[in-house]
């Protein structure tokens, strides 16, 4: 849990930095469905308002690599051209990653 969210938070903010953004530029963020506990704690640590939050882990359950792309499925009707996206996830090894990109095309 710890590692997780300092991790994905970590790893969320730097890639803010890098690209000059701040909370407000970011419209979602998709963060791996492992636990509620952590996407919430991912989110509180970026302070990234709940609303601005993908989560699905109530209707699939921690579904590993699938997690970020069932995400844009399920989300794809509320996604708008030009939506600012982070996507930060973890995985075994103590692995984790995130990438920064815009939604390209409205639904």
Excluded: C
């Excluded at 849990?1 to 991790?7: D, E």
Aim: charged content about 20%; aromatic content about 14%.
């Amino acid at each position: 849990f710890k590692n997780a969210v300092f991790n994905m938070a970590d790893v969320t903010e730097r890639i803010l930095k890098r690209n000059n953004l701040t909370n407000d530029d970011v419209k979602w963020l998709a963060a791996h469905q492992a636990n509620k506990r952590i996407i919430d704690a991912t989110a509180n640590r970026i302070n990234l308002e709940e609303k601005k939050v993908l989560m699905n882990i109530q209707k699939y359950g921690n579904t590993t690599s699938a997690t970020l792309p069932l995400l844009l499925y399920d989300y794809e009707s509320q996604l708008k051209k030009g939506d600012t996206i982070i996507f930060a996830a973890f995985g075994g090894g103590f692995t984790w990653g995130s990438i920064y990109f815009k939604w390209a095309y409205n639904s």
